[in-house]
């Protein structure tokens, strides 16, 4: 198991994002976590990354990284793309690729990785991120934070905004991506999508996990289809 | 509108009184209308940085224009004296308006920077004219009155009309938009809210109150200097409404009177102590008083100074009402309750921070003369008299409740339920369906529990402490009892409750579900509910009565939360009814 | 007039770097901690108060600035732990009152203990003034053109600091977390930047910058509680022109403030000349043009003149 919580708990101020929530993540998994806006799934991630304040346990490959700041989480594999990709717009595409390897040592092999995946940004490494499409801006961020050689790659929203055509590229990396052994967490309102990607999935409401269980059953599952899946 | 007469005259009452007291020692009077004037100064600088949220440091330059056209209009045109006051008010909020404009574009630090670099430009200015006595400023300038005490009358009529103002602005749609701006430019937006014409005013009216302090700082002190309106003026304002609590009206003269005052304290030799004292002043505010010293006496007498006469009441009621009824050990808590008449056994369960006492008015049901009745009203374990236990959960009091019953060996009671012991009620009747003959719920809880919205926990907390606030809360949610004595009663009682019960029971009661669980209860159910119960909304209602085989409701329509102390008279008769129905 | 022109660029960007360094550390912090720190220059003064103390006692000036230094990190991790951390999140101008309420202690501070005489701080380089005369083709009335020796040396040692600055923040580890804290908080923290030790740092920087911004001109202001008061207004200033991104936007800045600030006096001088006024002094309003940069500059351009186009918060 590489990453485990019970009774893990996110608030803001007095108001609880996140309640008890019970998430494992095995060895080479896709999770997807799927739910309405607010409840909870961005507070899960931050909270796993250390970003905000948590309550409950983590344990991280058997140990407890509850009390770890994010830095220090960073290095022992576990990474956040997040939401709204939060690239560094005045530094270079390679740049920006380079400080993802902030805590990691820098290796040129990695940054080649990156570059076979997401070919585009091969081409754009001399042009400042802040003037990238969104979609190249995605890319990056996922480029960025797979520099840091992640044991376990959380993703927030990584197709929000995104047309269409390049959602699926970004889906179509994932996949790659999880051909390499990694595991991902991934958090997404495009439920169909997310599903279709992943081996299991949690159902976020209103901060609490109300279902769990095989990713393509739960694309079956009626209550999913109606609440998610518009069907 | 009595409320602010009444507020008016004793402003003004105390005002002059104060005034008297010191009419021979006209250096104190002096001081007096310092403290006002600056008052004045920071009731406006209030308008623009705690209601509208706008950071300015350069509001003492509003002062230096009024101060200056006043002494201007005064002397080299001779207008007279109110007027010119009022024109150089005026004046001041033209160039509040121009420099208003640029915050249409800015937002904090840069605002700040710009409002500075303002009060520096005008300052300077004003140094280099000679028309208006450059570097050496204006001496001899026309006093409000020779006499001390008269010019401080005037000062104080002054403050007086500004602060019945502000407050009526406060309350209109000019005030309630700028409060919108300071709390978020966007919604304000949503809302319909011009914005930048909010923030305009807000500059102009803070203006103008500078501009009039300013004025009357030229002609109660008669000597001004551009550098009296310097930076450090700014920086003083500011520390005034810190310390009085950002938004708070009268805040300011707390404010004026520790800076002021402490100018005076540190007149000669102590000038930098002086900074170093408003320094740490803005520091500590800032830190642990971000609401200031108003708020902070408020909240402490709400905390922390009731404290030490609850715990008298509480001593001395304990020991003075358990006389009146019987107590009996029950599991590891020994509970309290009275009764009354004999025949069939109806008990009485009170609500959160309540007691036995909220049965009194309702025990007696001898009015009905063919059947009797044996009425029983118990405290609940951590409630009232009944020695506290360590759980707060709804469970656990039926499961008390259950045995409370047995003890009595009341034969198929009718149980009767108020609020929270409403749903100790139904726990019980879902857990044990055939100990009640049938049950009673006053405006309950819905099967589904009850959420308390999370920034209600503070006040509740606040409720341990603070008997005001729990008289209060009781009130609120019996609006139709107008009897003071009972209310204090009710209130004294309440206080009687388990501390840590006043945060656990509204979670208690947001775990509280018996959704499905209640089809198993064959008995009947009277369900009453007010419509002016501030709690329990029509729609839980629905649901509690769906949730059971055979309820029946009885709505109220001039009642709240708690008719059983609003309308005993009432009560007592849909409950006869539905006794005799079963 | 040529010369004048020539003379007043030549003051003006000697000045200008002393504002551009002061720009530099105030928008280093405001970029990273997100707070306008109005005790710029009086943490900066109580520094330059202690390098003058420990130049007093040993004479040796290579320890006075040593000294003035390491009491600028003392005081930048106070500020920042024991102040800044408690009101983070709480709101921007809380933040801002506090360093105002700072702004007023260390100035008291400083009357307390080294009193409001002016304290002589002596040359640190000790070149004479040059005087150059251009050829008669350019210099009609045959004004000489000074360039002050120690200015220059001022001028030299800042830009060498800008350098090293420069290379600091673009290359190294702790100054690369700096940059990308200040571009994106949440940005740095997911890749793994401790973004506390990074606003540190910021503070550290920022107030050392300042002391030594102070202690450069300290021969020439004297050392007194206020010598650094009017150097943060131009200081925030060229930061406002520098839209508070890139340090070299801040020393830009800061030099363009410089010659604009020198070229204005000399146009109000002539102005005044010509109109015979002679009872205001274009030197006293030199402070209200900067000002007044400010104001223009903010309304026109909030981002700053060189300021992002895609990072448009204020």
Known sequence: ?231 | MRSLTRYITILLIVGILIGLLFYDKSFILAIFSQVLVFSIAALGLNILTGLTGQVSIGNAAFMSIGAYASTIFVMKLGIPMPIAIILAGTMASIFGLIIGFPSLRMKGFYLAITTMAFGVVIEQLISVIPYLGAHDGIRNITKLSNNEFISYLYVFLVYTILIVVTKQIQESPIGFSWKMVRDGETSATCFGINTGKAKLSAFMFSAFYGGIAGALYAHTIGYIRAADFGLSRSLDLLAMIMIGGLGSLQGGLAGSIIIVGLRFFFSRGFGPWLSVIIGSLLIIFTLFFSRGITWGITINWHKRLQVPFISVMKYFRLRRTKMSGKMIDIKDSSIFYVEKGSGKAVVFVHGNTGSSRWWNLVMDLSDDKENSYRTIALDLPNFGRSKSIKSAEIDTYADYLVEFIDRLSLEKPVIVGHSLGAAVVMSLSARYPDLPSAIVLVDGPSPAGLVTPPEHYPVIELYKTSRELMKKSLAAIAPGLNNDKILNDLTDDAMLMAPFAFTEHPKALERFNYMGKLKSYQGKVLIMWGKKDIIITEKMVDETLKQYNRAELVVFDDIGHSVMVEDPVLFKKSLLNFLRSI | MFVKVLQSLIFGLFQGCLYGIMGFGLSLIFSTVGVMNFAHGNSGMIGVFVGWTVLFLTKNIFLAFLAAIISATILAIFIDKALMKRVKGLSHSAMLIITLGLLLIFEGLAVIIWGTQPLIFPEIFGFSPKIVFLPQSLNKSNIPLIIPGNDLAVFGTIMALLLLLIVFFKYSKPGLAVQARSEDEIGARVIGINTQATDTLSWIFGIATAVFAGLLIAPKTTVNPNMLTNLQFYGFTAAVFGGFSSIVGAMAGGLILGVIEKLVILGLDELFLLLHITSINAVDLQLSIVLLCIIVTLIVKPTGLFGNKYKGKV
């Open chain 1, 1 to 231: 198991m590489v990453l485990e919580t019970s009774f893990f708990s996110v608030s803001y101020g007095r108001i609880e994002a996140l309640k008890d929530a019970n998430i494992h993540i095995d060895e080479h998994e896709a999770i997807a976590v799927i739910g309405a806006n607010g409840a909870g799934k961005s507070s899960l991630l931050f909270g796993l990354s250390g970003i905000v304040e948590s309550k409950g346990l983590i344990r991280y490959k058997g140990n407890d990284i509850s009390s770890l700041p994010s830095h220090e989480r960073v290095k022992l594999g576990l990474t956040l793309c997040p939401e709204n990709r939060r690239i560094f717009p005045s530094l270079t595409t390679e740049q920006n690729l380079k400080l993802g390897a902030f805590r990691s040592k820098f290796k040129k092999s990695q940054l080649e990785f990156v570059y076979e995946l997401f070919p585009v940004l091969y081409e754009r490494k001399k042009q400042i991120a802040g003037y990238l499409s969104g979609g190249e801006q995605q890319m990056l961020a996922i480029g960025r934070a797979m520099m840091a050689n992640p044991v376990l790659l959380m993703l927030d929203e990584p197709s929000l905004g995104l047309a269409p055509i390049l959602v699926d590229q970004v889906f179509k990396a994932l996949e790659d991506l999880k051909k390499t052994g990694l595991s991902v967490l991934l958090v997404e309102q495009n439920a169909y999508k997310a599903l279709s990607f992943a081996d299991r999935a949690y159902i976020l409401e209103t901060g609490k996990v109300i279902l769990e269980g095989n990713a393509k059953q739960l694309l079956s599952n009626d209550r999913v289809r109606s609440a998610y899946l518009g069907i």
